[in-house]
């Protein structure tokens, strides 16, 4: 008989944006199917990292996506680009860094997969501050590339296409091929 806790892999999504949790389900349950003696956690990022201003900014984000689709393409298209604006939202995004660190020390994963933008920046934030040496997948839900998913201390990116892939290799993201 086997005791061996299983192996956790730690999958970080959000639901701004279903797309994000559809891909964290998938995943999942992939990982369920087809890797023996793991255990995938998905956890929504948005709702550990601020649970007092989750509810508030969920509904906001929502009724603002259909009544102000305009202001949601205006901000995306400012940010697509890294710039001093795009670094400054984006910093706010970071600040859940802590809580961050305390989810991965207590479920302690394998790997670290984000399937939110913001959750692969935290990650990476991470991974360069020496507080966490595990292994960073993002898997980009967008179909094009955007500043907020590109992260140095990314190990590994999953794109949905072979145009996108040849984006981020424009943008300096070392190449890997792998085709199912």
């Excluded at 603002?64 to 001093?84: D, H, M």
């Amino acid at each position: 008989m086997n005791n061996r806790e299983q192996d956790k892999y730690l999958i970080l999504s959000a639901t701004f944006g279903e797309g994000h949790k559809q891909v964290a389900n998938a995943i999942s349950e992939a990982v369920s199917n087809m890797v023996a003696d793991v255990e995938p956690i998905t956890i929504d990022i948005m709702e550990w990292v601020h649970p007092n201003l989750y509810p508030i900014s969920h509904y906001i984000y929502k009724k603002g996506i259909k009544k102000f689709p305009q202001v949601y393409s205006f901000l995306y298209e400012k940010t697509r680009v890294k710039s001093s604006f795009s670094v400054k939202l984006n910093s706010i995004f970071l600040s859940g860094m802590q809580t961050v660190l305390k989810i991965i020390q207590e479920i302690k994963p394998k790997v670290v997969v984000s399937t939110y933008p913001f959750a692969a920046g935290i990650i990476s934030k991470l991974k360069e501050q020496g507080l966490i040496d595990i292994p960073a997948v993002t898997i980009i839900t967008d179909y094009t590339d955007h500043s907020y998913w590109i992260h140095r201390s990314t190990d590994q990116y999953v794109v949905g296409s072979a145009r996108l892939r040849d984006q981020l290799i424009a943008l300096g993201v070392e190449a890997h091929t792998h085709q199912a």
